[in-house]
Nanobody, 122 residues
Framework: QVQLVESGGGLVQAGGCLRL?????????????MGWYRQAPGKERELVAT???????YYADSVKGRFTISRDNAKNTLYLQMNSLKPEDTAMYYC????????????????WGQGTQVTVSS
């Protein structure tokens, strides 16, 4: 079981930026897809971005061009750089670990962090 701990959330004004981090335990970090989800109050959880073991990435349309996902396998850490933040980006952001090396749309992620809150004020 992979353990994930997110950090980096906070309160920021619209147009600002934040970088989220996700520290993962376990030596299998580099061979699996990792991702970021978010969930706003009263809304369903939304996949934001994924980073597969071959370096390929996926972004939700709502964040393309503004968010960048990256990973440092040596540090077992996943990042999400969020620029040009909007109030609609306000949500709890979760790091997730997939049992697959490549992103599979619709396939469930197997491990989750506790989340870090991002609040964007207008």
């Amino acid at each position: 079981q992979v353990q994930l701990v997110e950090s980096g959330g906070g309160l920021v004004q619209a147009g600002g930026c934040l970088r989220l981090s996700c520290a993962a335990s376990g030596s299998i970090f580099s061979i699996n897809t990792m991702g970021w989800y978010r969930q706003a109050p009263g809304k369903e959880r939304e996949l934001v971005a994924t980073f597969s073991s071959d370096g390929s990435t996926y972004y939700a349309d709502s964040v393309k061009g503004r968010f960048t996902i990256s990973r440092d396998n040596a540090k077992n850490t996943l990042y999400l750089q969020m620029n040009s933040l909007k109030p609609e980006d306000t949500a709890m952001y979760y790091c997730a670990h997939s049992p697959y090396s490549a992103y599979r749309p619709g396939a469930p992620f197997s491990s989750w962090g506790q989340g870090t809150q991002v609040t964007v004020s207008s």
